[in-house]
């Protein structure tokens, strides 16, 4: 024992001794691996960036194979942005290689299948050997394959026309998030349920030779994979359906957090307050006990949620069999409806905007970026693996989180990849907006453009100021626009301030709210200060699949790079909204965002809910009671869902196919406000011009194809 002692002292010694060779070394292989990152961000460099041609597509659609405009990307930094990994983990990977379509044998993955759902269809490229979609791809997480969610499937879109297709990087996509969800529970069950397609599915599955050697074992994991689904589809049912072009992102990323923060005895609470019309109670003090016998009394895992769900709706001895009325009243006292879809933004100009988000919610200074996108990971199916124990020593997202004190404290791993979500931040801000392709589209009206600037500097210039898009030095300002004055639907940014939930461990620790000060965080708290508090300590934990001297090497750099390497300042907002107060500290998030339109064109339809499917109907009123039916107006109703561009009117096709109905009726599809065109929205100045004629309206657009 002595001599092995001796050994590890003298071991400890020559470290010490040689800590500068040592330090070298490490750095040096730093400085290789990325390197050798660099080059193999860029090995994958197919000229057609992976694209294909698609005939008797969704809609009748036929183009040819996509092109590309001039956008700062080479065809390998498109790939790469594609198929960059950042820790969604929607489904085993096995499992959705050989899921069939739940009412037949084609393979729910197939171009046509993911085509009806508007995504993108790719050919097989070095990052995408089984020719995924667009924004679809394979992440490893603890020596499991999953598919999950890349930044592209959201925001990589296109535009057809004449049987031409143009391929819009950083694009606002036309996907149906929601669609595609439903009927991937569906084929789950299907696959569960009928023997002779769960037999060829447990088949192909093990004739993979992945990660699955018997029958056993692949149905143990598409039982998991079916309960995960069909939890995440519960808990995010909502009476608005979104259609394609739009998703709640930010309701259902507020209700992974609550499920994941929740802790037992708050979940009872909640339970227990649930009534229906009259007075009754939904579930007895015992119903209650036997649904949470065996839950965790802290943090209450996927698995167990799912069980939870099971439970309320067995009729077994004990349990509640509750029908789907009472099954959504109990969801509804846990969490929010998502219930004001918004369409997907676009990415250009995102690393040099100083506030993002529809409502302004994002400061993009120091970790700003980081945080936002670790939230986005979390809604797209980050595995959050998060769990509590007794404080040991320092622990950093204890720190952050001001957890210290709590007699347990959230441990925050999760398959949330920090690193390359700060890469894809990073590549981002080479992304330039589209130019108006006057080869496919048309020629620009240089005469009507110039008249059309004019107009624009007195309608729109003042929240909408032009930039140059490819000053490596600009700075996409933000101008807020209170929900008051714009009258725009206000569903989505009354949602981002009145959402609220059980806090769990966060219970009466102190966060700090920018510009106003330090609050507790109560049991029933703003989702927005939980969501806060959870990516701060997601942030802060180390990456569980690296070893230890590269997850804090990694953490260390991500963290320093986003501070040193993030030249955003921190400024306050800009605009006409209300200010933020101690009673008040989330005001100034009931406003909507104004910003440079470089690339409008190319992502219909309009407003932040996408209730309008023209850049011509948008400078339209909205119709109201006692309006004369000879005049122009926005339309009350339209279609979702074609590709097809009407280069006059700029927007998508939206009468005349089988797309998604939109109604704008409803609280959430409301097609009101931002009408400064017809002269009924108030300028900054107060000053209301005089509605636009039809010839004025078509020459600010031809001016905005300019842009």
Known sequence: MATLFQKLLGALFNLFKYKWLVLGLIIGSMIIALIIGKVYQNWDDDKDRGAIAIKNGAFGENYATPVYLDQGWSPAESLWFYNTTQGSALLPYDLFIVLEDANSTELLRSNTNMDKFRYLPQKKTFFNPDALPVGFVKDTYKGHDYVGYTCAACHTSQVNYQGKAIRIDGGPAMADMVGFLTELEKSLQATLNNNAKKQRFIDNVIKLNNNYDTEDQVIESLLAA??????????????????????????????????????????????????????????????????????????????????????????????????????????????????????????????????????????????????????????????????????????????????????????????????????????????????????????????????????????????????????????????????NIIKTDPAAALNGVNATGKSGNFTHTTQNISGVGDVFIKEDAPVVQILTSATKGVIATPDADKPFIRRWLDRLYVIGASFFQNDMPSTIKNGNYRADTTSAPYNSLLAYKGRALNGIWATAPYLHNGSVPSLYDLLLPQKRPGDPETGEYRPDSFVVGSREFDPIKVGFKAQGYNGTPFLTSRLGDTNAGHEYAAGITPQNDGSKPRALTRDERLDLIEFIKTL
Request: charged share 20%; glycine share 6%.
């Open 226 to 483: 079916a309960k995960t689904v069909s939890l995440y589809n519960t808990v995010n049912h909502s009476h608005v359906k979104y259609g394609y072009a739009r998703l709640d992102a930010f309701g259902r990323i507020y209700n992974r957090v609550l499920q994941h923060m929740i802790n037992k005895k708050q979940l009872a609470t909640a339970m227990a307050l649930v009534t229906a019309p009259g007075g009754r109670r939904v579930l007895t003090h015992a119903q209650i006990s036997n649904v949470l016998a065996g839950v965790n009394e802290n943090i209450i895992v996927d698995k167990q949620f799912a069980t939870i769900l099971e439970r309320l709706a067995s009729k077994a001895p004990g349990m509640p069999g509750l029908n789907q009325r009472d099954l959504l009243r109990v969801r509804d006292s846990i969490f929010n409806e998502p219930n004001a879809p918004v369409s997907y933004p676009f990415l250009w100009d995102v690393g040099q905007s100083d506030y993002v988000q529809w409502n302004g919610l994002a400061n993009n200074a120091g970790v700003g970026p980081l945080g936002r996108n670790t939230g986005e990971v979390i809604g797209v199916f980050g595995i959050l693996d998060w769990t509590s124990h007794k404080p040991s020593g320092f622990d950093l997202a204890a720190k952050l989180t001001d957890q210290e004190k709590k007699n347990e404290i959230v441990d925050f791993t999760s398959s949330i990849d920090l690193t390359n979500l700060h890469r894809l931040e990073s590549h981002l801000k080479k992304l330039q907006s589209p130019k108006w392709p006057e080869a496919i589209l048309g020629k620009i009206d240089r005469d009507k453009a110039e008249r059309g600037e004019l107009i624009y500097a007195q309608y729109c210039q003042s929240c909408h100021e032009i930039v140059d898009p490819s000053n490596f030095d600009r700075v996409i300002i933000a101008n807020m626009t209170d929900i």
